[in-house]
């Protein structure tokens, strides 16, 4: 969940935003996402809502609120929300999680099909390095293995449907991986590659909310990668999310989450069982 640019002083500022505006963006999008926008955060949302209001020729903040607050399911919101999520990801990231994934379906081998969630997909490379790793585990294409991968950004969901990336994002994967696994663009494609397309196969990209009250994802998940996204939330926030994941996960089941987020305060839903990774406890 992209880094952004400085953007202007005050006095450079096309809008006037004020700390009520600021403040009302906060209550906004922690009610609408569960993201919790500290105040250092104040000159990226100027940044990011400003170019809604170029874009919708409004001339002020409050009258931007004021259209999202009138009509709580219009398309705006998605806009909105959009602006506001940071999508910071690359294939592979915190490699450990896919070493001990490829562990654990080669464990699996023979139990029938597999289902994996990555449920902060951002722009598709994790659900994607799963994929890899389900083809390298299984020694085939086409391995038994099912991906849903989520985000409430559509956005990036878009990107990552499509499967394209610019070829410095596989720059760090070693050759073979990105033979075997990536199409390198030529022409008005060059300095691009696609995934292989038997990867698409194997991951379904659907737009879910992590503060929806009931996820409809079906039932258990083997594993379910949760990283880099707990941390733009409270602590009640993490332990509703939680509270709805654990329904997803058998006493085997692994959740694999990100090297900063810590869960001590939901030791009555899972339980660390490794190196950022944790199982269901067991009366949750």
Same mark, same amino acid.
């Given at each position: 969940?992209?880094?952004?640019l ?8 096309d ?6 505006d600021?403040q009302?963006?906060c ?9 919790a926008l500290?105040p250092?955060?104040r000159?990226?949302?100027y940044? +990011?809502?400003?170019?809604r209001? %170029?874009?919708? =020729?409004i &001339?002020e ?8 607050d009138?009509d709580?399911s ?5 806009s ?14 915190e490699?450990?999680?896919f ?10 081998a023979?139990d029938g ?6 449920c ?48 410095e ?7 073979d991986t +990105?033979?075997?696994?990536?199409? %390198?663009?030529t =022409?008005? &494609?060059?300095?691009r590659c ?6 698409q196969?194997l991951?379904?990209?659907r ?10 994802v079906?039932g ?7 990283r880099?996204?707990?941390?733009y939330?409270?602590k009640?926030?993490?332990?509703a ?7 997803h996960?058998e006493p085997?089941s692994?959740l694999?989450t ?6 001590l305060?939901?030791a ?6 490794g190196r950022?990774?944790y199982?269901?406890?067991v009366?949750?």
């Amino acid at each position: 969940m992209s880094a952004h640019l400085p953007h202007p002083p005050t006095e450079q500022r096309d809008f006037a935003f004020s700390d009520r505006d600021f403040q009302r963006v906060c209550r906004m999008i922690h009610a609408r996402a569960g993201i919790a926008l500290a105040p250092a955060k104040r000159d990226m949302v100027y940044g +990011r809502l400003s170019r809604r209001l %170029r874009a919708l =020729g409004i &001339n002020e903040f409050g009258a931007y609120l004021d259209l999202l607050d009138a009509d709580p399911s219009g398309p705006e919101w998605q806009s909105f929300t959009n602006a506001l999520t940071t999508n910071l990801t690359a294939f592979f990231r915190e490699p450990h999680h896919f070493e001990h994934l490829h562990r654990q379906l080669q464990g699996l081998a023979g139990d029938g099909p597999v289902r994996l969630w990555s449920c902060a997909a951002s722009t598709g490379e994790e659900a994607y390095s799963m994929a890899i790793t389900a083809c390298e585990a299984f020694g085939t294409m086409t391995p038994p293995v099912r991906i849903l991968a989520t985000d409430i950004d559509t956005n990036v969901l878009a990107t990552a449907r499509r499967g394209v990336y610019a070829m410095e994002r596989i720059n760090g994967l070693d050759l073979d991986t +990105r033979r075997r696994y990536f199409q %390198r663009g030529t =022409g008005p &494609n060059d300095g691009r590659c696609r995934v292989h397309p038997a990867l698409q196969a194997l991951v379904e990209f659907r737009p879910l909310n992590l503060l929806a009250p009931r996820y409809d994802v079906g039932g258990s998940f083997a594993a379910i990668f949760c990283r880099n996204v707990m941390i733009y939330f409270d602590k009640a926030t993490q332990r509703a999310v939680l509270s709805r994941l654990v329904t997803h996960m058998e006493p085997g089941s692994l959740l694999y989450t990100g090297h900063s987020e810590n869960y001590l305060h939901a030791a009555d839903l899972i339980q660390p069982c490794g190196r950022t990774l944790y199982r269901r406890t067991v009366r949750a």
